[in-house]
């Protein structure tokens, strides 16, 4: 079975997913949406990411890159930038494996407000991006919880299937490297 990429509507409901999650997740942590531009991330789908971007059987992979930003006079910022690596593959089997249980917009829906609440807590040194892998997994369930009271003012019976498979057998995988 070769690569599976994204169709057009589908990266249109992907892009939609992470709108409707910067609502959501600006509701819950009391910020404007402006407060997002401060956020420095993108989105990539499998059709553009790198090899190391790559990663098997997880949904996302969340990546960071440093760079740094020449000031005025001469001082120089070293800045953190956050790459949402969406595994289309991935996401699509799941869509297809539950036999249209899991819902394609709804399984976004979590995976945007969950890869938003990661960013925002590396980024504000909640957690350290560079923590042990057993952290790592501490803090996964961290943001699963925080994730799924982000969801509560619309959740429905399709995104609540997804919170079900994310409490149970499925793993985001975004934080293994
Ligand atoms: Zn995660």
Redesign the pocket.
């Known amino acids: 079975m070769g690569e599976r990429y994204f169709n057009p509507s589908q990266m249109s409901l992907a892009k939609a997913a992470f709108d409707h999650a910067e609502k959501l997740v600006g509701r819950y942590y009391r910020f404007g949406r402006e407060a997002f531009r401060d956020y420095r991330y993108d989105i990539r789908t499998l059709a553009e990411l790198d090899v190391h971007e790559i990663q098997e059987g997880a949904f996302a992979h969340l990546c960071r890159y440093r760079y740094e930003k020449k000031g005025f006079p001469d001082i120089t910022r070293s800045i953190h930038f956050y790459r949402v690596c969406l595994q289309d593959n991935r996401i699509l089997d799941a869509v297809e494996r539950a036999n249209s249980f899991i819902k394609f917009a709804p399984l976004m829906l979590y995976i945007a407000a969950?890869e938003l609440v990661?960013v925002i807590r590396f980024d504000g040194g909640l957690f350290d991006f560079e923590a042990p892998q057993e952290e790592k997994n501490r803090e996964?369930e961290i943001?699963h919880a925080i994730t799924r009271q982000i969801m509560q003012p619309v959740v429905h019976h399709d995104l609540n299937l997804v919170l079900d498979c994310f409490s149970n057998q499925y793993k985001?995988g975004?934080?293994y490297h």
């Open positions: 969950h990661h996964e943001v985001i975004d934080l």
